[in-house]
């Protein structure tokens, strides 16, 4: 084999991205050429065409798509989707007869040989396309685990780091009419500067996890909006205005954008602007405010114009506002208590990563038997079906990003990344009413670096969106008392939230069930707070005595004990037990109790209710959890 000249090298460094690149320190880092250019919203209110289904896919544990045999980039890569041929050069793969796999699904759960794989797997699907004038198209990707680089037709059009959220490639210069060619390198290898970082409790499913779908968009396009409800003195109004933004892209000089409410005989017009914003107030008569008791939610039309071209979008909004007052959490002005569960995005039944209706129904149909108002999506922004639902079902939501347990917080590479997570959340789900809280991390080992970086988190969500309650579920301080321990919430972090979460597993990782008996609260801050984990394990079917650890009963027991300690914590305004349904974890080895699997679902991964789940579900429905003041 001929090596590359340094030459032939630094020319392919220049068309590969940078995220790929940084692993392999050898090489100085490349600019990107292919930025992503934008993330489009809504849409699944924009005609699309999908390209879900079948992709082929090529398993590659060692690059050897992109590397050649001293490590240097290859200029032709599998992204050049090349074919052996009679009489042609030694061409050692090929897509076309490359086993498929389904998108979108992680391709864990597909393949039983890719059950624990961690590493690159490339996916390949043809489409067809007639182009149109003033158009541009885009390949939207509703999220891909972990890191993903994106090929059309030999280009390399994008590329992105972070699982669980989505985002666009700008196709429009390298398409062209009649079969053109997808190529997607997604990478779930764990990296030690990931957001989340090495080590996680559930299963780093890999893949094209969410929909796929290729939009066209007209030159001048509505990317962005924010349209939120005012707040006023007298909350309990109907009458009252909405208030925002709408972002254009591409915007043409003058161009002026509507949005209307056609229930409401609303409509508001404004020219673009600084920043290509339109800022928009809309006043409305006789609204109907969004609520777990009334999920109303109405159509929204959004529209800009110029002479050149035209863009509408349609939306589906509830209007509603949220605010924490002292110790209280007011919805609408209305103190207002939390009766959530944490919910993992694992698909009941079959397992691996959700991402269907059915899949949204089946969690969030539970979620409702138990009587919750609220859920908290763990721990990592869900399908956006999931939010979507929580607004028609009126169950408010708690979305966060994966800032887990000990991400590197000296270094300003993830505090990027970290950022660029939850802008993408944000921007995704900023037209959802019921979410009421964004939580920038969850169980972060306290010290300097690590309150600085998330403090910064807190105030960039806060910037981002101040409309919304900003969180984060913190550890907690235990001391020995004579009577038992006392709880103590006095994490710095907490001067920059609105609202506190804590988890805490009496009965499970300390004491027994009735440790909760002797367990004091001393909270350091006059906020509202929220037992954002607590529970225990328990195989389902399996029983016993009631400190018999994994029975049912050891888990009921736990549930009993809590609701009382809980109830004599004064700020409390919501709990998300750990967790709705038993979810895959490579951390739960256990055989014949854990195979795998971390099970302190209320429900099983098979559907079966524990008895822990008509504990708080009797809680929730006779409202003897919780207090709202
Ligand atoms: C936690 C984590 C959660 C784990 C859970 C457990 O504190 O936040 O991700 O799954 O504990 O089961 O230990």
């Known amino acids: 084999m001929i090596h590359a000249t340094r030459a032939a090298l630094f020319a392919a460094l220049l068309t590969l991205p940078a995220a790929l690149l940084a692993q392999y320190n050898a090489y100085p880092p490349s600019k990107v050429e292919t930025a992503n250019t934008t993330l489009l919203v809504d849409i699944d209110h924009r005609p699309a065409t999908s390209l879900d289904g079948e992709w082929h896919a090529i398993v590659d544990p060692y690059a050897t798509g992109l590397y050649d045999f001293h490590h240097v980039i290859k200029r032709n890569g599998y992204f050049m989707n090349a074919k052996p041929k009679p009489g042609g050069g030694p061409v050692e793969y090929d897509f076309s007869i490359s086993p498929t796999l389904k998108v979108p699904g992680d391709w864990n759960t597909q393949r039983p040989d890719l059950f624990y794989y961690e590493g690159p797997i490339w996916y390949q699907k043809d489409f067809q396309h007639t182009s149109k004038p003033n158009t541009r198209t885009f390949i939207h990707f509703g999220a891909a685990n972990y890191r993903s680089h994106v090929w059309v037709n030999t280009k390399s059009v994008c590329e992105h780091e972070g699982g669980f959220t989505p985002f666009d490639c700008d196709v429009t210069g390298v398409l062209h009419d009649g079969n053109n060619f997808v190529i997607v390198a997604v990478d779930n290898t764990r990296i030690p500067d990931g957001v989340p970082t090495l080590q996680t409790d559930w299963w780093n499913y890999g893949g094209l996890t969410r929909d796929v779908s290729l939009v066209d968009v007209p030159a001048q396009f509505i990317d962005d909006y924010d349209l939120h409800l005012v707040r006023t003195p007298d909350e309990s109004s109907t009458n009252r205005t909405i208030e925002g933004y709408v972002h254009v892209e591409g915007a043409a000089q003058g161009a002026t954008v509507s949005v209307s409410i056609p229930e409401l005989h609303a409509t508001a017009r404004a020219t673009v602007g600084t920043g290509d914003r339109a800022l928009i107030k809309l006043p409305v008569k006789s609204l109907s405010l969004w609520s777990p008791e009334n999920p109303k ?50 698909a009941p039944m079959r397992t691996g990563r959700a991402y269907s209706q059915q899949d949204v129904d089946t969690l969030l149909g539970w979620c409702k038997e138990l009587g919750c108002n609220f859920a908290r999506l763990a721990h990592y922004p869900h399908d956006q079906r999931m939010t979507r639902a929580a607004d028609r079902l009126g169950i408010m939501i708690w979305s966060e990003i994966p800032d887990y347990w000990a991400l590197q917080f000296d270094n300003p590479v993830v505090l990027e990344k970290s950022k660029q997570q939850l802008g993408e959340m944000i921007r995704r789900d900023r037209d959802k009413a019921s979410i009421i809280l964004w939580s920038v991390a969850n169980e972060t080992p306290v010290y300097e670096a690590r309150t600085k970086y998330l403090t910064t988190m807190a105030n960039t969500a806060r910037q981002l969106d101040p409309t919304r309650l900003i969180t984060a579920a913190l550890l907690v301080r235990t001391e020995k008392t004579a009577a038992g321990s006392n709880k103590i919430v006095d994490d710095p972090l907490g001067n920059a939230l609105d609202v506190l979460g804590t988890n805490e597993y009496i009965g499970w990782y300390e004491q027994g069930p009735a440790g909760a008996d002797t367990t004091t609260w001393d909270i350091r801050y006059q906020k509202p707070l929220i037992m954002s984990e607590w529970g225990g394990a328990a195989r389902a079917g399996r029983h016993g005595a009631a400190d018999q650890r994994w029975t049912e009963e050891y888990q009921a027991e736990i549930y009993k004990h809590q609701i009382p300690m809980l109830n004599k914590i004064p700020q409390l305004r919501g709990t998300t037990p750990w967790v709705l349904m038993d979810f895959r974890s490579p951390m739960r080895t256990l055989p014949g109790t854990q195979d795998n699997f971390n099970r302190k679902g209320l429900i099983s991964d098979q559907g079966e209710k524990k008895q822990a789940f008509f504990i708080l579900q009797k809680a929730y429905k006779d409202k003897t959890l919780g207090k709202a003041e």
């Open 297 to 346: 939610l109405y159509k929204v039309e959004l529209a800009v114009s110029s002479e050149s071209s035209e863009d509408t979008l349609e939306d589906d909004m509830g209007f509603r506002t949220i605010e924490a007052r002292g110790t209280e959490i007011l919805l609408n002005g209305q103190p207002v208590f939390l009766r959530g569960v944490s919910i993992h995005a694992e």
